[in-house]
């Protein structure tokens, strides 16, 4: 790890950048991941996205029985309702990478120790900027460019809508059909449509914070060859932010990317020894704690009985976004 | 949550492993939104919200909230009952009665064995019936099969 000082050009002298203007750059730098052309890691929402699918799970009514004579005749034969008895998968977040070419770009010049003049290697440009703005990337603040869930639907200052349909939304079985009961009642609901009548509890959008306004820093000088020189705002936006787009592609322990953790029933989990941040809310599939039996005489002969999901609340699996770094 | 006002939070589940962040849209005030967190320590979207709230707060919100759903709960089994005819207001005597003589005409196929049993354990209670020797008269309670009968015995005390 060698963290390099370039040079600036400050009322006719070359002077080496302090620590609080390096960060003033590498600050810069990570607002660049705002600009579509240097990010290097985008999503999408898609069908059959690539990031591992969230899976909406919900209990499931028992199988209706039903005989002339009593309610009570049903009890032996009446099965019970099944926990997380159908499920819906939601696979709509694909991630893709950039490809950036690096030739042809001008390093900065910083000075050794030995007071020589020295242009900065590919890897002393990782390590003075990249590590620093792909660490800011990764710590879980919501910044420029970054994507994140959110249960807004159409309104979120600052940030864009990748589409209106949700990434992801948590369904119980309609528990309203029996008033939430949870205790042995007689109701006229039997025969139920489906055993699975769901309802929508919670939608989860997918949301990308738009490109932040970047503070003031110094530009650093490179060599031309025959002298050295300021590079103007475009240059220098345009070599950093090229070279940020293409290791946070390809550089290992560098490269950006985002994934679909899970903990409860459908765990899932990134390695622990990688640094990750969740990205906005976390999504929660959740279904109903208990079941009642509900009876329903249908005319003189048709004693029907069934059990049916109702309670609280439980939740299930609790699924985050993740950006992480590998 | 970014232009929004934080209003409460709490668990979601027993385990205590998820919490439910409620929050008010600033630009319409009408618009309240969920956003859920992992209880992680090293996560910075919960350390956020412990800035917003204490741990013993989120308990406390917890309790308060499960306690509330329940009272909902009977509440709504109480409307329930009201509408179906299986919970009278003693206070209302029109509707007491009405449900009264519903109860003495029903046959013994009708009526439940352990609520009768109660009924008559309330009977047998009664001065009238606890002070009396006639133990032939309360031989014929016990095997009373309906409401009236146990009524029409309780008359002869």
Known sequence: ?326 | MDNHTFISARFTNDDRTTIQARWQDNSDETVFRNSYIVVDENDVQYKKLLELISEDQLHENSVVFWRQEKEQYDQLLVNIAKQSGDWIDVNDDSKFLERLVILLLQEESEINNEDIFKFKIAVFDHPKVSDSKDRKLKASLRKAKTYIEVVQLLSEF
């Open chain 1, 1 to 326: 790890m060698a963290v390099v000082h370039p040079l600036y050009y400050s009322s006719g002298n070359l002077r080496k950048i302090s620590p609080s203007q390096l960060s003033d750059q590498q600050d810069y730098g990570t607002k660049l991941w705002g600009k579509a052309t240097y990010r290097g890691t985008d999503l999408a929402y898609q069908a059959a996205g690539n990031l591992r699918r969230i899976q909406d799970t919900r209990d499931i009514a028992s199988v209706e029985e039903s005989n002339v004579t009593s309610f009570a005749n049903n009890t032996a034969s009446l099965g019970n309702t099944v926990d997380e008895g159908a499920s819906t998968d939601w696979d709509y977040i694909n991630q893709s990478t950039g490809t950036f070419s690096i030739t042809g770009l001008n390093y900065p010049v910083y000075r050794t120790s030995s007071g020589d003049f020295q242009i900065m290697s590919y890897q002393d440009v990782i390590d003075t900027f990249v590590d620093q703005i792909v660490s800011n990337l990764v710590d879980g603040t919501d910044r420029g460019g970054l994507y994140s869930i959110s249960t807004n639907e159409t309104t979120y200052a600052d940030h864009i809508l990748l589409n209106a349909s949700p990434i992801f939304t948590d369904q119980q079985f309609d528990k309203s059909i029996h008033g939430g009961v949870t205790s042995t009642t007689q109701m006229d609901i039997l025969s139920l449509s489906s055993t699975d009548l769901p309802v929508d509890i919670e939608s989860y959008y997918l949301w990308r914070k738009d490109e932040e306004t970047a503070g003031s820093f110094e530009r650093p000088l490179y060599w031309t060859g025959t002298d050295f020189r300021r590079y103007t705002a475009a240059e220098w936006e345009t070599f950093l932010g090229t070279l940020l787009g293409y290791i946070s592609v390809n550089e290992t322990g560098h490269r950006v990317r985002y994934e679909v953790e899970a903990t409860g029933t459908d765990t899932y989990a990134i390695p622990s020894y990688i640094t990750k941040a969740t990205m906005g809310t976390a999504m929660v599939n959740t279904t109903l704690a208990s079941q009642v039996r509900i009876n329903d005489q249908d005319g003189a002969n048709a004693y029907k009985s069934q059990r049916l999901p109702t309670g609280a609340s439980e939740t299930n699996t609790t699924y985050t976004l993740k950006i992480y770094r590998f």
